[in-house]
């Protein structure tokens, strides 16, 4: 009974376009109203205190900050010109330059819709120029994105970890291996569809080996801002707080050395850093408000204790999550999706013995899916408003493939989980 009352305020307030911030807060009164004899909603100061000021949130500003200034300093646009000119041979060439860039700027910005309003902005009037099937365009774009969520550093693996005390270094590292095979994928579902659809492909855009080497030297700004950050975490030098300052300043030094700095600059960069990072503040403390009233009227041990007598096995207790969270992503927003459901469900399935590493990388794995699946798909908008033109429906059928091979990701991640700890279990 709780969680269908629940569920049905929930949709109720998300259907009336209420924010979902607001939407979070009135549910955890509502909950504690009809559930609880005691008055749960006094404590929502001292939530919203204890919430707001863990450190360890305070490398989601920053991460935000360094994705803002590689942007506004032009990095993005240099590094997608640059793989273009080393990819652009192979058959749907811009668009593996999509995909490769996307991983690249994913692996400095923590931010999936960054990752894709920065590659639509760039990439869209090349597609035109070089008369690309635009809607497998945009959708290559829109799945290019999902990587900011999974290549660390990722601000989403850092809302897993604050939401199931997880260890934040620990997921970093084990979104590496999987981020780097979904990327792979990515791209080798665009060569078969070029090569069965050559037309889909558009017109090669030729380099010269000359232009090619001249080009490395703009890839280099991302790949050590990468080794800076991830680097500092693996080595134990810095915490992935600290590691963002200096991924920080470190990107604020490129940025001058580009001469982008002055002050419409950093206008810019502070704007966007707080519209998003207060966006998500807000979110994290209203589901903090709200797991705190369903921990209180006892929702998670009732699901555990209905989980038990359902008699399945933790393989098939895994399969109805799993089915869950693809349902839920067609029509939630994916953070709110998060915030949600996991401190519900991650004491479920770590109770039933799943590593909560390997579990976040999965989620983050089902939430990348809800990125680029209608009707709430948010990188579909995101790539559709950058477009501004056609519909919204051609970007759609653009990502099917895609979601095909997040799908093909999934079933490797549940069989080869090792390839998730690899390389987290060397980190604390």
């Known amino acids: 009974m709780i969680v269908t009352i629940t569920l049905a305020i929930l949709l109720s307030l998300l259907l009336l376009s209420i924010p979902v911030a607001a939407a979070l807060i009135v549910l955890g009164f509502s909950i504690g109203e009809i559930f609880s004899d005691f008055p749960l909603y006094r404590a929502i100061g001292e939530i919203s205190w204890s919430a707001s000021t863990d450190f360890i949130l305070l490398a989601i500003p920053l991460f935000v900050l360094l994705?803002?200034?590689?942007?506004?300093?032009?990095?993005?646009?240099?590094?997608?010109?640059?793989?273009?000119?080393?990819?652009?041979?192979?058959?749907?060439?811009?668009?593996?330059?999509?995909?490769?860039?996307?991983?690249?700027?994913?692996?400095?910005?923590?931010?999936?819709?960054?990752?894709?309003?920065?590659?639509?902005?760039?990439?869209?009037?090349?597609?035109?120029?070089?008369?690309?099937?635009?809607?497998?365009?945009a959708g290559s774009i829109a799945a290019g994105g999902t990587l900011g969520i999974l290549i660390p550093p990722s601000i989403n693996l850092i809302v897993y970890g604050f939401?199931?005390?997880?260890?934040?270094?620990?997921?970093?590292?084990?979104?590496?291996?999987?981020?780097?095979?979904?990327?792979?994928?990515?791209?080798?579902?665009?060569?078969?569809?070029?090569?069965?659809?050559?037309?889909?492909?558009?017109?090669?855009?030729?380099?010269?080996?000359?232009e090619r080497l001249k080009s490395l030297i703009d890839l280099i700004p991302v790949i050590l801002i990468f080794i800076v950050v991830i680097g500092s975490i693996y080595t134990g030098l810095a915490t992935p707080t600290e590691s963002a300052a200096l991924g920080v300043l470190f990107s604020l030094g490129l940025?001058?050395?580009?001469?982008?700095?002055?002050?419409?600059?950093?206008?810019?960069?502070?704007?966007?850093?707080?519209r998003t990072t207060a966006m998500i503040m807000l979110i994290l403390v209203a589901a903090n408000f709200l797991n705190f009233i369903l921990d209180s009227i006892g929702l998670a041990e009732q699901l555990t204790e209905f989980v038990n007598t359902?008699?399945?096995?933790?393989?098939?207790?895994?399969?109805?999550?799993?089915g869950l969270y693809i349902v839920l992503g067609f029509f939630v927003e994916t953070l709110s999706l998060m915030v949600i459901t996991i401190p519900i469900v991650a004491p479920v399935m770590v109770g039933l013995g799943y590593n909560p590493v390997w579990f976040g990388v999965l989620i983050i794995l089902l939430i990348e899916m809800a990125l680029?699946?209608?009707?709430?798909?948010?990188?579909?908008?995101?790539?559709?408003?950058?477009?501004?033109?056609?519909?919204i429906s051609e970007v759609m059928v653009g990502s099917i493939p895609f979601v095909i091979m997040i799908t093909f990701m999934i079933v490797l991640l549940v069989i080869f989980p090792d390839m998730a700890l690899i390389f987290s279990r060397y980190v604390v």
Not at 127 to 133: D, G, L
């Open 67 to 137: 994705g803002e200034i590689l942007l506004r300093a032009g990095i993005a646009k240099k590094t997608y010109t640059a793989l273009d000119r080393w990819l652009s041979w192979m058959p749907g060439g811009l668009m593996h330059a999509n995909i490769a860039t996307s991983a690249m700027f994913a692996a400095t910005s923590g931010s999936s819709v960054a990752t894709a309003a920065t590659i639509t902005t760039v990439a869209l009037p090349e597609a035109r120029r070089y008369r690309y099937k635009e809607s497998l365009f």
């Open 163 to 210: 939401l199931t005390n997880t260890s934040i270094p620990q997921l970093f590292m084990a979104g590496i291996v999987p981020g780097i095979i979904l990327t792979i994928l990515f791209m080798a579902c665009i060569l078969v569809i070029c090569l069965i659809k050559p037309e889909f492909g558009g017109r090669k855009s030729d380099a010269t080996l000359e």
């Open 255 to 274: 940025a001058f050395q580009y001469k982008a700095v002055n002050l419409n600059f950093m206008k810019e960069v502070f704007e966007g850093t707080m």
């Open 310 to 322: 359902l008699g399945l096995s933790p393989f098939k207790t895994l399969l109805v999550i799993i």
């Open 372 to 391: 680029i699946t209608p009707p709430v798909g948010l990188n579909l908008y995101v790539v559709q408003g950058v477009r501004q033109r056609g519909s």
